[in-house]
C-alpha cells in the first residue's frame, strides 16, 4: 500500500474494529485505513448500494427497500439520482449514431389532463381530440 500524502510505502498497522486493515507510513507517521469503495460521494458501502439499486429493479418500494436495507429513504433516492446520472453518462459516451426506426417503451403509463367529469364541468377542450 503506498501513502496518499507522501507516496511513499506504507507497513500494516492492525485492524479497526470492523476488522478493516489499517496502515502506517514510517517517513511521515500517518495511519489510514484501505480505500472504500464508493459510489460518488455517498458513505454507503459499496454493497448496500447495490443491494438497494438491486431491490428497485425488481420492483420494490422506496420504502420496503428501507425497511430491508436501514437506509433512509432520502440516502437510497440520492443513491438511485447518482446511478442514474452515471448509467446517462456511460450511455451518451458508448451509444452514438444509432439509427432508430421504432421506439418501444414498454409497462410507462401516465395519466396527463383530468378526468373527464371535471373537464365537462369546467368546458375543457380535450387536448388529445383537438
Known amino acids: 500500500m503506498v501513502c496518499h ?3 511513499e510505502r506504507a507497513t500494516k ?8 486493515q489499517r496502515w502506517r ?7 489510514f485505513g484501505e480505500p472504500r469503495e464508493r ?6 458501502p459499496m ?7 438491486n431491490l428497485l429493479v425488481e420492483g420494490n418500494s422506496v420504502r420496503a427497500t428501507e425497511r430491508i436495507t436501514g437506509i433512509h429513504r432520502d440516502t437510497i433516492l440520492r443513491l438511485l439520482v447518482t446511478a442514474g446520472e452515471r ?5 451518451e459516451r458508448w451509444v452514438r449514431d444509432v439509427p432508430v426506426k421504432d421506439v418501444q417503451a414498454d409497462e410507462i403509463w401516465q395519466f396527463v389532463g ?14 388529445l381530440v383537438g
Open 5 to 7: 500524502n507522501c507516496q
Open 13 to 20: 498497522n492492525g485492524k479497526d474494529r470492523k476488522g478493516n
Open 25 to 31: 507510513c514510517n517517513p511521515c507517521k500517518r495511519t
Open 39 to 44: 459510489l460518488g460521494d455517498h458513505l454507503v
Open 47 to 53: 454493497d448496500k448500494v447495490l443491494l438497494c439499486l
Open 87 to 91: 448509467c446517462e453518462t456511460k450511455i
Open 114 to 127: 383530468m378526468k373527464e367529469k371535471t373537464r365537462k364541468q369546467k368546458n375543457v377542450k380535450d387536448p
